[in-house]
Structure formats: C-alpha cells, structure tokens
C-alpha cells in the first residue's frame, strides 16, 4: 500500500510540473507583468500617503502558505482559479484551495484503497475528490451569475429612468450603488467607486464583466460603450436592452420547461439500474453477490458505472446546449 500511495504522490507531482511546465508565462509576458508590478506598488504607495481610501491597488491578504502561491503566481491556470475565486466571491485563496483539493485527493485514494484494491478505482475517487472544492467555486459563481441576470433588467431600468429624470451615467450608477439588492448593487458600487478614483468607464465596466461573467451584462455594457462612442439616446438603448432581457429570460423559462422532460429521462435512465438491483436484492437476498465478491464482476460494475456517468453527461450536453 505504501508503494501505491508514494506511485500516486509521484503521479500528482509530475501531473503539477507539467501543468506548471506547459503554461508558463513567455519572456514578454515576465517583463510586462514586472512593469505592472512596479507600477502598482507605486500606485499603492501614492495611494497610502493620500490615505487608505484613495488606494486603487489591493494588496492580497497572505496566509502562511504563501510560499505555494508565489510558486503558482504567473501561471495561466493560476490566474484563472483567482479569476474563478473572485467571480465566486469566496474567502479562500488560490494556495488554501489548492491545498484543500490535495487533501481531498488523497484522504479519498487512502480511504478507497483500503475498500478496493483496484487501482483505477482509488484514482477516480481521488480525482473527483480533489475536484470537489473547485466544483464549489463554479456552484457559487453559477449561483451568484444567476441572481445577478435576476436583478438585471430592473437595475437597468432604474438606470433608464435616472437619465430621464437628468442624472448622468456615473450619477446613475451610484444611483445603483444605493439599492439593497445584492450582488448586483455591490458590483455597481465597486463601478461607481473606481468611477470616482478616476478610472474610465470603460475600465471599470470591463472589469464588471470580468468580475460577472454574465451574457445579458455584456448586452448592456455594450450598449452603454456604443452609445458612449457613437452618441444617441441612452435611455431609449436602455430600454430596448430591458426588453431584450426580459425576452431572454421568459424565452430561457419556456426551453427550460419544454426540456424537462428530456432531464427527468436521463435521472431515470442513470438511477433505474441502481434502483432494479437494490429491489431485486431485497426480494432475492444475495443475488447480485457475484458481482462484488468475483474480480471479474467487480470490474463490470465499474464498466457499467462509466457508461452510466458517460450516458448522463451526454444527455446533461444535449439538453444545455440549446441556448437563447
């Protein structure tokens, strides 16, 4: 067993350095990160004379495991994992989280070697162990996404009719910044802040959609920018924007409904042999035994699990692919 666990160690390892290996950042990508690296500390130091409110940069809050995120810091995946942490609005960091999924990872191999010896199995376990946390994250920025796309249409009619009654853009961000209802008025908070720090609204809106990636935010931060360089009637672009929204949505309801049943066939299909073999073991005690007890039939129980996981995934595609 231990030979098993060190194999596994090694394995992960050697996965990490060829991640780390492929996706390194070019001689370019260094020099440029290095110029705005010195640009932000200037920037923060400017800004910590002026006082703690006027900062514009953010100083990442370190942990003791710092050391591990130095060594992942200017990687691509890296950057997106603290791109997939800050869209979550999660607490952790890039270094806890990547300690977390080693954890999970391997407590799942050990514990499920110790049931069954074959190795293909712990492996699995150990690879969706280890992924269970970043399954949170993308959980959390679903979640987050949608109840922003909820709140959408009627920030931006709020919006509308703020420019009719003759506030300006920013005027009526922060006319947004002021309404309860989150997460959308924490993100046109942060707008209408780094508005008033004297970033362009382009820049600020931009990084709102970093922030929220978002399809119908993306339909009104494109309007707004349109608008902004070609001239026109914001208000009037504002509402024939809500009105698309609104479309997308009852429209995005009725696909959903119509496809419900294609996603109650796929449970169906995936959990009715689970359900028939615990019923057929129930009424006739010890008639699937072979199938744990003999290697042979332990590996047709993994076979058949994949393509039940395969089949599901298939359906789960088929269905979401439809979009609006």
């Given at each position: 067993?231990?030979?098993?666990?060190?194999?596994?160690?090694?394995?992960?390892?050697?996965?990490?350095?060829?991640?780390?290996?492929?996706?390194?950042?070019?001689?370019?990508?260094?020099?440029?990160?290095?110029?705005?690296?010195?640009?932000g500390r200037?920037?923060?130091?400017?800004?910590?004379?002026?006082?703690?409110?006027?900062?514009?940069?953010?100083?990442?809050?370190?942990?003791?495991?710092?050391?591990?995120?130095?060594?992942?810091?200017?990687?691509?995946?890296?950057?997106?994992?603290?791109?997939?942490?800050?869209?979550?609005?999660?607490?952790?960091?890039?270094?806890?989280?990547?300690?977390?999924?080693?954890?999970?990872?391997?407590?799942?191999?050990?514990?499920?070697?110790?049931?069954?010896?074959?190795?293909?199995?712990?492996?699995?376990?150990?690879?969706?162990?280890?992924a269970v946390?970043?399954?949170?994250?993308?959980?959390?920025?679903?979640?987050?996404?949608?109840?922003?796309?909820?709140?959408?249409?009627?920030?931006?009619?709020?919006?509308?009719?703020?420019?009719?009654?003759?506030?300006?853009?920013?005027g009526a961000?922060?006319?947004?910044?002021?309404?309860?209802?989150?997460?959308?008025?924490?993100?046109?908070?942060?707008?209408?802040?780094?508005?008033?720090?004297?970033?362009?609204?382009?820049?600020?809106?931009?990084?709102?959609?970093?922030?929220?990636?978002?399809?119908?935010?993306?339909?009104?931060?494109?309007?707004?920018?349109?608008?902004?360089?070609?001239?026109?009637?914001?208000?009037?672009?504002?509402?024939?924007?809500?009105?698309?929204?609104?479309?997308?949505?009852?429209?995005?309801?009725?696909?959903?409904?119509?496809?419900?049943?294609?996603?109650?066939?796929?449970?169906?299909?995936?959990?009715?042999?689970?359900?028939?073999?615990?019923?057929?073991?129930?009424?006739?005690?010890?008639?699937?035994?072979?199938?744990?007890?003999?290697?042979?039939?332990?590996?047709?129980?993994?076979?058949?699990?994949?393509?039940?996981?395969?089949?599901?995934?298939?359906?789960?595609?088929?269905?979401?692919?439809?979009?609006?």
């Amino acid at each position: 067993m231990s030979i098993l666990f060190l194999g596994f160690v090694v394995i992960l390892l050697l996965t990490f350095g060829l991640i780390a290996l492929l996706t390194r950042p070019s001689h370019e990508e260094k020099a440029l990160d290095r110029r705005l690296s010195e640009v932000g500390r200037a920037d923060a130091s400017a800004g910590n004379r002026t006082g703690s409110s006027g900062q514009l940069v953010k100083s990442d809050a370190r942990d003791s495991t710092s050391w591990l995120g130095n060594a992942l810091e200017g990687y691509a995946f890296a950057q997106k994992c603290q791109l997939l942490i800050l869209q979550a609005r999660s607490s952790t960091t890039l270094e806890r989280l990547t300690l977390t999924s080693l954890g999970f990872g391997g407590g799942a191999f050990l514990l499920t070697y110790f049931f069954i010896s074959f190795l293909p199995v712990p492996l699995l376990a150990a690879l969706v162990a280890g992924a269970v946390p970043w399954f949170v994250l993308i959980y959390k920025r679903s979640q987050r996404v949608k109840a922003f796309n909820g709140q959408l249409a009627n920030s931006v009619d709020m919006m509308s009719n703020a420019l009719r009654a003759g506030h300006s853009v920013v005027g009526a961000l922060g006319i947004l910044a002021e309404q309860k209802t989150e997460p959308s008025a924490s993100e046109f908070r942060e707008v209408f802040r780094q508005q008033n720090f004297g970033l362009p609204l382009r820049e600020a809106l931009t990084q709102m959609l970093e922030r929220v990636p978002s399809g119908d935010l993306r339909v009104v931060v494109t309007a707004i920018l349109v608008q902004k360089e070609s001239g026109g009637n914001l208000g009037e672009i504002l509402d024939s924007t809500v009105f698309v929204i609104r479309e997308r949505v009852r429209i995005h309801g009725e696909i959903k409904t119509q496809t419900a049943q294609g996603r109650l066939t796929g449970w169906i299909l995936c959990l009715l042999p689970v359900f028939m073999m615990l019923v057929i073991n129930f009424i006739n005690p010890g008639y699937s035994k072979v199938l744990f007890e003999d290697p042979f039939g332990r590996k047709l129980l993994y076979i058949g699990a994949g393509l039940l996981t395969i089949g599901m995934l298939t359906i789960r595609h088929l269905i979401n692919k439809i979009e609006v």
